[in-house]
């Protein structure tokens, strides 16, 4: 009687009840605990169904080759050999193993060694580009370019005061007696509209009742918002990629990576520090400092009332795309290509925190309450509300819906209102600070690459790419 699971002689035989097939005891016994059926049928079986079997005690023989002394010193060789060959083999594969160790090793070193290489080369490459201008262009283009850790003591006192001052009042600060209203918000509409001698508009401004736009075919115009008139045609000589206007100042960056000033309509000063073109501009609350970004991966900061003379500059691992001053000047943040909005202290232009949207940051703007950041993202129909008190995902306060690409960000001053422009149209988001909500009091279809509020924030001015102005507010 041979076993049904091993094949040889029965110790102790027993047969199941359902197939009658003979089994080892241990062995059937071992396998009903592991799996609970019969391994030749499949069906259940339990210890309950095997029968013992009585037979006579035989001694079990000897195998032949273990009969004689010759045989067993035979089957002893054998074992040895085969022990032999199996060692043998071991040491082989161990070989093996550390020969692709040893290799492993020396190219991870030859690797480390190779980033070392190029991390040392590219930070001389920096130095060497940090002391170096671009052209000949600016006032300052004479000067040798060197790289300031920080801002000079007076401009930092000055960042320093400023931050203050404005920090202080901030929360004391009441809204304006003849500040737009909700309702009277929720009832704008498109009062005026007039196109521009500026061919494809990139970029607008506002000042006082007055808003300049700027365009790629190196062409400038100032619009006239309550006359509804052109004031002035500005020749801006190169391509306009961004504009930023200051009191008397009206200030164009350029694809050619330079900035020029305009007065009256006539060029006061120029600076060219950036390798590529400019992408953002904008002005500290003290009117003293001007920073500006391009796709270089620079970020410039330059003193107003020394003709554009840069006065630190630091690089980052992206082409930056755009940049804005906190309201209280002691930040500013700048937008990247690869979806990163990075936060530097204005005096030293360390980095201070990284807000992130996953996109190329189109647009950003600082709310006057000044712990929101608003943001948005190539390709994104919604606005990112970071609140600069947190960190992490934790940072992002709300993700407001717009229905379509956004291009321009504009905060009003009270914080109450974040205008929207893309293609799809403009939107006006209000906070109600009472209620602690969101809410959507306007939208019109009117396509926009650039939006700025008005006086009083009685009105909105957009500008679509085509130089056609469109002036939004409430009809006398």
Known sequence: MLCGISGEAAQEPVASRKSGVVYEKRLIEQYINEHGTEPSTGEA????????????????????????????????????????????????QLARTREELATSLYQHDAAV??????????????????????????????????????????????????????????????????W?????????????????????????DTEGAYAAVGGLQGQGAIYAVEADSLEREIAVGEPATSTLWTGSKLIYGT????????????????????????TGLSIHPSGDILASVGTDKSLVLYDLATNLKRVSRTFVDASLTTVS?????????????????????????????????????????????????????????????????????????????????????????TGQYLATAGPSGLTIQQYAKGGKKWAEPFRNAIGAVAVRWGESGKTLVAVNGDGVVSVVGIKA
């Open 45 to 92: 079986l339990t210890a309950d169904d095997l029968l013992s079997i009585n037979s006579s005690r035989i001694a079990r023989p000897r195998p032949p080759t273990l009969t004689s002394i010759p045989a067993l010193l035979a089957t002893f060789q054998n074992e040895w050999d085969s022990l032999a060959l199996e060692t043998y083999n071991l040491r082989e």
């Open 113 to 178: 060694r190779v980033i070392a290489r190029l991390t040392k080369e590219r930070n001389e490459a920096r130095d060497t580009l940090s002391r170096i201008t671009v052209s000949g262009a600016g006032d300052n283009s004479n000067e040798m370019a060197v790289d300031t850790e920080g801002l000079p003591e007076a401009l930092a006192a000055r960042v320093d005061e400023v931050h203050q001052e404005l920090s202080k009042g901030r929360k004391k600060r009441p809204v304006p007696k003849d």
């Open 180 to 204: 737009v209203t909700p309702h009277e918000v929720a009832a704008f509409e498109v009062t005026a509209t007039a196109v521009l001698p500026v061919a494809q508009t990139t970029c607008l």
């Open 255 to 278: 694809s050619n990576g330079g900035l020029k000033v305009f007065e009256g309509g006539n060029q006061v000063s120029a600076a060219s520090e950036h390798s590529g073109p400019t």
């Open 325 to 413: 001053f906190h309201p209280d000047g002691h930040l500013v943040a700048a937008g990247t290509v690869t979806g990163d909005v990075k936060l530097y202290m204005t005096k030293t232009l360390e980095q201070a925190a990284v807000f992130k949207l996953g996109a190329p940051i189109q647009a950003l703007t600082f709310s006057e309450n000044g712990f929101w950041l608003a943001a948005t993202a190539k390709g994104q129909n919604s606005v990112t509300i970071f609140d600069l008190r947190k960190e992490g995902d934790a940072a992002t306060a709300k993700v407001l819906e717009t229905g379509g690409a956004v291009q321009s960000l504009a905060w009003d001053y």
